[in-house]
């Protein structure tokens, strides 16, 4: 959506970490999150980041938020195959509408 | 299984020819919402339900209607359905909002 901007690809080989950024306009945003959907399923819920934290690390995933620049990524450590899918940004207004960016592709080659 | 089901999961219908893509959920789950995905647009929020009896519009609503008689169901009714409304459809719910939503497989509609 116009609210949430995200690059469309990404092209990561196995074991490397991938780093999809995001960009939101909306400062009064209390909560941002990572969805994943896989082919041909529905979208899973990832992490997601309360408005008032820099960073919140999950396994493998790492969530650095920048409230300045209203800027997001999603770190994924030692990608692996099981990672290829469409990871979408998104960020909550209020308790009860969800505004998502476009969706990355990430694409993990071997 | 916890879970949330849509049906139909593919649609062909032709323009005109009203449609209902029915979503239901089996977690007790206050807050329901529909989604469109559409190519380069991501997902945008249709309609949304937090409790029986209580709906409201997301950014896309027009074309689209909703009801929540209970609170396991939450049909999407499409009364007049245009070419524009192809795309693919998630049903989610939630406990309370949209900070913990569980998406349904999603539906396929193509309208002609």
């Known amino acids: 959506g116009e609210d949430v901007e995200q690059s469309l690809f990404l092209s990561v080989r196995e074991g490397d970490s991938s780093v999809i950024n995001c960009t939101y306009t909306?400062?009064?945003?209390?909560?941002l999150y990572w969805y994943k959907q896989e082919p041909g399923a529905g979208l899973q819920l990832l992490t997601y980041?309360?408005?008032?934290?820099d960073m919140k690390q999950d396994q493998r995933l790492t969530v650095l938020l920048n409230k300045k620049d209203k800027h997001l990524s999603l770190r994924i450590a030692d990608t692996q195959t099981g990672d290829s899918a469409i990871y979408f940004c998104?960020?909550?207004?209020?308790?009860?509408?969800?505004?998502f960016g476009a969706g990355t592709t990430v694409t993990v080659r071997a | 299984e916890a879970q949330v089901t849509q049906n139909p999961r593919y649609l062909i219908t032709v323009t005109g020819k009203k449609l209902t893509v029915t979503c239901s959920q089996n977690?007790?789950?206050?807050?329901m919402s529909w989604y469109r995905q559409d190519p380069g647009l991501g997902l945008r929020q249709i309609y949304y339900?937090?409790?029986?009896?209580?709906?409201d519009k997301g950014d896309v609503p027009e074309g689209y209607k909703v009801s929540r008689k209970e609170k396991r169901n939450f049909p999407l009714i499409l009364e007049s359905p245009s070419p524009n409304q192809t795309s693919l459809y998630f049903c989610?719910?939630?406990?309370?909002?949209?900070?913990?939503?569980?998406f349904g497989p999603g539906t396929r509609l193509l309208v002609l």
């Open positions: 989610a719910s939630s406990p309370s909002g949209v900070e913990t939503q569980y």
């Open positions: 339900s937090m409790n029986v009896e209580v709906t």
């Open positions: 909306d400062s009064s945003s209390t909560y």
């Open positions: 977690m007790n789950h206050e807050y």
């Open positions: 980041i309360f408005s008032n934290m």
């Open positions: 998104a960020e909550s207004k209020n308790d009860y509408k969800l505004s």
